[in-house]
């Protein structure tokens, strides 16, 4: 079996992405109510009964609001950091796996390399999965890309990247001053401009998928974001632009 992917969906409204490799899957966030991450697990051929564990990037309510719900509801175990646990008051889990000091784990013949990214929130972290000789790197919400970053995303075979804003729509946009600060400041988000700039550092041309993704539904658009990106998307063998509503559908790693 192959290392494979989809979302449930990316942006502010809520996140959360599938990870599978085998019989084993794992969600990576959930901004969504059970009944509305049951409905988008269900368009992807998948209910939470079937995960094995769910990860938290970090503490922010698109990513985090669902997560407890649907673990007591499941019996899931949760992996996230220190940090981020002590960041909000989420209630009793039924299981908590700490991500300590950033260190590799494993889920099964999943292995999970969890990565400090500079964002406005306790612990963030973000992950590089490999599992069968495939890797996939999800990257988003981070306001800079650090050389860390770059070494441990370069040389993936699949790759999700946040590319949320543009700048001039971010200044222009309705948002208030102190918020247009925090989005794009050094802790904020990734413009287009600078997720073209990650792929053009790291190279993309290796990678199978290249998915474009929190993309602001006020302060970007697809078609910017493609203008942005579209030397590395050429090099990709396969871009798509992952949206809030929709995510993406299953993405296959091949090795």
Not at 30 to 46: P, Q
Not at 68 to 86: E, I, Q
Not at 123 to 140: H, I, K, N, P, Y
Request: hydrophobic share 40%.
């Amino acid at each position: 079996m192959t290392l494979r992917f989809a979302s449930l969906g990316s942006g502010s409204k809520g996140n959360g992405t599938l990870v599978a490799s085998g019989d084993h899957c794992l969600l990576v966030d959930c901004g969504f109510t059970i009944k509305e991450t049951e409905r988008r697990m269900a368009r992807l051929g998948m209910s939470p009964a079937d995960l094995s564990a769910v990860l938290v990037t970090h503490e922010h309510s698109d990513h985090l609001s669902g997560v407890a719900p649907l673990a007591r509801k499941y019996g899931l175990p949760v992996y996230l950091t220190p940090g981020t646990l002590r960041a909000r008051d989420i209630g009793k889990l039924p299981s908590v796996h700490l991500i300590e000091g950033h260190q590799p784990f494993a889920v099964a013949d999943i292995q999970v390399t969890p990565v400090a990214v500079p964002h406005d929130a306790r612990e963030a972290a973000q992950f590089v999965f490999r599992s069968r000789g495939s890797s996939l790197g999800l990257l988003t919400d981070l306001g800079t890309v650090t050389p860390h970053v770059e070494n441990h995303f370069a040389g993936c075979d699949a790759l999700v990247l946040e590319a949320n804003h543009d700048p001039q729509m971010l200044a222009q946009g309705p948002y208030p001053p102190s918020l247009k600060r925090r989005v794009g400041g050094a802790y904020g988000h990734l413009s287009n401009q600078q997720a073209a700039g990650f792929l053009q550092r790291v190279g993309s041309e290796q990678l199978q998928h290249l998915v474009v993704a929190h993309i602001s539904e006020k302060n970007n658009t697809v078609a910017l974001a493609r203008a942005a990106l579209a030397e590395a998307a050429e090099q990709a063998a396969n871009c798509i632009f992952a949206c809030q509503q929709g995510g993406f559908d299953w993405l296959n790693v091949e090795k």
